[in-house]
DNA sequence: TTTTAATTTTAGATTTGTCTAAATTTATTT
DNA sequence: AAATAAATTTAGACAAATCTAAAATTAAAA
């Protein structure tokens, strides 16, 4: 039940990756870990051998069920010591990545039940990112903005956070509003812009700009119980 | 100025070894670190490239200042982490150790100031050992083993030398902690055992081996300010 | 002072995680 | 569909930390 701190790092990645992308490849990974391809392959065998990811040479990977608990792990230790860190050692929120980094292959799990105790359970930590409970259970964003959101994942617009007569209009001309459904199609990472699809609608392409200022949550006709 | 984990265990154990025995060996090396005589030989060859160790073969070894500096801030992030797992996380003093050796290797040197400001910037930690302030000044204790202690004088127990679980736990079973108040009531010659009487309790008989390994200090109702 | 014993070191192997360069497989173009 | 490009994997190497077994050195005993 005990990981390498690399390990770890790979998990988490993978986590991360797929939920924002979907599908995570060898070179993704790669570069999200600052490390080379040949690298992850060779770790891909490892954390396959464990049964923490299945995965088929050439065909791609994804975690199992222990694996993504394992990543969840790590994720509810970062965010709690980010916490931590920010709440009571006074650290700024733009100083505890790098420290929170190393303190999240801590394996002691009594030490992280204990600090969330001590931090009142907490929900999100400084940068807004929800904490997974002991259980590994994740209350999922509320909102996001739509540059950050996953391909193909539909969603609700939720807000608009710079509401110039300009940028209205560019919306409205979209057909996006508050309310609106819509998912990613594409994304362009040369400028970064979106091709959007809204229900009914040919799809339209988006800038970054204006993505950053799109909050969308998602949509979740169940949970709206009356 | 960053060591790994195995070299920082290597450079405190040297520390602690030399405090106790004024001189140190590769066997008791070993010993200590749980490791055969073969491997810290090898260790002591890259301590001496990177000039932390004063090491010729076959002769000896001790730590150099700089090695001695890092020794101190590992002891420093060990002691300060322990402390703060029992005074703000609630765990036992007999519980914090095995988590203390994973905490004492993050690196931040901000970290342990700032963890030392929030605990109020203490002198002892929850086994009564000095902590090396961030200039790495030990202010050295006033103390003696059990085994050393004259008959019939009441002393304050001030610190455990060795902390294994086992240990721990027969003094706890003993009703002897932190603090405790106690005397030696009689000294076996044969074995060199002794009976000790704790206040409000029947005597009990601890072998000469746990005494070399628990510290004692006056007794000073000095400290009791009312 | 030899001989024996204990300590320490070397030699060579192993594991983990990483790398480069080359080969293989899959995807994309023409 | 053949050719080219991109992605992925293998092969072989390396550094760190450890081990076992054997050799070298120092210490202790006869």
């Known amino acids: 039940m005990k990981y390498s701190a690399s390990k770890e790092n790979h ?13 995570v490849t060898t070179n993704a990974l790669a570069a999200s870990l600052r490390t080379k391809p040949a690298s992850v392959t060779d770790m891909l065998k490892k954390l396959k ?3 923490l990811l299945i995965y088929e040479r050439y065909k791609g990977f994804k975690l199992s069920t222990e694996g993504r608990k394992a990543a969840v792990l790590v994720i ?9 860190l920010v709440k009571k050692l006074q650290f700024g929120w733009d100083e505890v990545h790098e420290i929170a980094e190393e303190l999240e292959h801590i394996s002691s799990r009594e030490l992280v039940d204990r600090l969330d105790a001590f931090l009142g359970f907490p929900e999100t930590d400084p940068h807004g990112d929800p904490i997974p409970d002991s259980q590994g259970r994740f209350q999922p964003r509320k909102q996001v903005c739509l540059s950050e959101l996953p391909l193909n994942k539909v969603v609700q617009v939720s807000g608009i956070a ?16 508050l309310g609106t459904r819509l998912e990613i199609r594409k994304k362009f990472p040369f400028d970064d812009s979106l091709e959007v699809k809204v229900r ?3 799809p339209v392409t988006i800038s970054a700009r204006v993505a950053k200022n799109v909050l969308v949550k998602d949509d979740e006709p169940l ?3 009356r």
């Open 223 to 225: 949970s709206e119980k």
């Open 162 to 177: 710079s509401q110039t007569t300009e940028m209205l209009e560019l919306l409205q001309y979209n057909h996006i509003r």
């Open 49 to 51: 051998e464990q049964k």
């Open 76 to 84: 509810r230790k970062h965010r709690l010591w980010e916490l931590f």
């Open 200 to 202: 009914n609608r040919p």
């Open 11 to 23: 998990l988490k990645a993978i986590f991360h990756l797929q939920q924002e992308q979907g599908i």
